[in-house]
């Protein structure tokens, strides 16, 4: 049978998302951003911010220079789950399978249901048309650009081409030819270093790329090379993988109940870098953190923090949890076990494509060496090392003095 994948391609879906929650932002040119400082740069931009010439990726002190004061959105990840949950209940009256990557990506393999709904492009359109009709304010709409391939990675290059807005459909056998005279970089998964020599080589077009041969393929790009070569031939045979949620779950049990804020601390690290690794494994991140404390007395105290994007390095994890336990905990009394939940997991496909300040590639490429450590020899074998005075710092400011600092004692642990 022969297979049918759809991708569909909101552009500038999380300001299409707050425009729909917040329909006075339309008076103006605003963007999506994390912060306001000066390594800050737009995540995504309102159709009146592009038309004057900002950017996703854009440093933040270079759009306000284009547009006085411009509006600053902060992420909102519980109105992107909602506009998700809306988009996915249309879906699944088609779609028998589909995989959520978020921000306005979603696949659909409709292999099969040309006897139920139609022609493959018939469906698609029906799908477009009912977010449209069913997503929307009186000023705004969600729209989606479609495209129908054989595979996943055909598809999404196809929808990049033609987005904001359309319908494309490759047949299968011509993902080569469809591919030849597109731009390289439409091609899904393109990092920084891989883009750097694709501009040395003066490589323009996928079929340039199709062209190489093995030996050149790795010579140029070393052991990707191959893979990306096949990339750009449009050979693809990954799955449409439905996301299913669910909650990982780390406890810290104490041979003896404790009160000493250092082996606590220590703790908390320890299983929230336990969780952080089977957590990744999934590919997934976390926008909520759940602390359940039990003192000696048998008597409990929870506490939850919710965040506005999702967090997977285990400094941000631990730096929650931590949060989460000084206020949760105000009994002085000690503590026979703390448990961890990351809760609310969602899919976090990261493509290097996209733009990435200096600071966050090196400490994501950190928590990758680290997770390939623990996962040959073990888990707790590598630990990241807490400076007690930064910590003390915060404790102070969150629950007032404490004992004094001390060498952490985990970071000797094997």
Aim: with cysteine.
């Amino acid at each position: 049978m022969e297979r049918n994948v759809s991708h569909l391609n909101v552009t500038g879906f999380k300001a299409i998302v707050a425009a729909l929650e917040d329909s006075s932002l339309l008076r103006h040119p605003f963007i999506i951003a994390g912060g306001t400082g000066g390594r800050t740069v737009a995540w995504d931009v309102s159709p009146a911010a592009l038309k004057e010439g900002i950017t996703r990726g854009m440093p933040l002190a270079a759009a306000q220079r284009l547009v006085r004061n411009l509006t600053v959105v902060q992420p909102d990840a519980a109105a992107y789950a909602r506009a998700n949950a809306r988009l996915e209940k249309i879906i699944s009256r088609y779609a028998p399978l589909w995989q959520n990557d978020g921000a306005g990506n979603i696949y659909l393999d409709i292999t099969g249901t040309r006897r139920i709904f139609g022609h493959p492009a018939d469906c698609v359109s029906r799908i477009r048309n009912e977010i449209s009709d069913e997503i929307r304010s009186d000023k705004i709409r969600i729209e989606a650009a479609a495209a129908i391939a054989a595979n996943k990675l055909v598809s999404k290059v196809a929808s990049r081409a033609i987005r904001p807005l359309g319908l494309i459909t490759v047949r299968a056998g011509e993902e080569a030819s469809f591919l030849n005279h597109q731009d390289i970089a439409l091609l899904p998964g393109l990092g920084p270093s891989i883009m750097k020599t694709i501009r040395v080589t003066g490589l323009r077009e996928a079929g340039e790329l199709a062209a190489l041969s093995d030996s050149e393929a790795f010579a140029l790009f070393g052991k990707k090379g191959i893979l990306l070569r096949d990339s750009a031939l449009g050979i693809d045979d990954s799955p449409v993988a439905a996301f299913k949620s669910r909650v990982i779950q780390s406890t810290a049990d104490f041979p003896e109940d404790v009160i000493e804020e250092d082996i606590i601390r220590g703790s908390i690290a320890s299983i929230s870098e336990h969780a952080g690794l089977e957590m990744r494994r999934d590919k997934t991140g976390t926008t909520e953190i759940k602390i359940e404390v039990l003192y000696g007395d048998g008597m409990s105290a929870e506490g939850k923090e919710k965040t506005k994007h999702p967090l997977v390095l285990d400094r941000d994890i631990t730096a929650a949890a931590q949060r989460v336990y000084n206020k949760a905990v105000t009994r002085r009394i000690r503590v026979r076990s703390i448990s961890l939940s990351l809760e609310a997991l969602v899919p976090l496909i990261h493509e290097p494509d996209l733009f990435e300040v200096e600071t966050e590639t090196k400490s994501r490429k950190l928590q990758e060496a680290v997770d390939r450590i623990q996962e040959r020899y073990g888990a707790g074998k590598v630990t990241r090392g807490i400076n007690p005075k930064i910590f003390h710092k915060e404790m102070r400011k969150n629950r007032g003095a404490i004992s004094k600092p001390c060498a952490s004692p985990f970071a000797q642990r094997d």
